[in-house]
């Protein structure tokens, strides 16, 4: 599991199911709105001139073995008994002008608490699911923090698994996403380039603690960016 640097272990709450704002964010408690995603353009977007630069692409990460074709369209990607850190996301998809992407479908999936990834058709496709962004390219899901895992050689760190489809099915980036704190990032993983990528600093999310519909947690806010 990702420890958070200077945070208190968060207790879970068992409550109802995980409701989204209609504009694709969490619905987060009182008090944590207003985050970076929150405004009509991510810090770093806009030049000294006011004009829009570009955006680097995201980079290109391992599809791994265990990707399985047929999630179901769902934010909550882990049921609410489900061990582990709740896990919030609320992200955006924009393209290299920096504009909001809109109707793009995401699919994601990950390892467990201990750093197992559930087989799709026996677990009902546990801790996997698709969304797509809205008007505004943004994207919600609620999930755990995965765990890492050992391969021959070596440790991989947490990560989530993206792959992002355009609304008729086309495939346009395959990624992971990683958590800041890991021990396992870049040199220390053991998947490494040219086929992984964990040292990549656009991709390693910074985790804050979050209070959503009365559950406890962490967020992340990534932002994609297709080429």
Known sequence: ???LLGASPIALAACGAPSLRDDGGLGL???????PLDGALDAGMLGTDGGIESCAPSRR????PFFEDGAPSR???APLDEPGQRLFVQGRLVDARCRPLSGFVLDVWQA???GNYPS???SGFRLRGRVTTDAEGSFALESIVPGYYETAAGPRPAHLHVRVWTADGVDRLVTQLYFAGDPFLGDADGCGPPTCFSGDADRTLALEPARVNGRNGVLARPRLVLG
């Open 75 to 77: 934010a909550e990607l």
């Open 1 to 3: 599991m990702i420890q």
């Open 112 to 114: 467990d608490a201990e």
């Open 29 to 35: 408690d009182a008090g944590l709105d207003g985050g």
């Open 61 to 64: 990460d391992a599809l791994g």
């Open 120 to 122: 799709a058709i026996d």
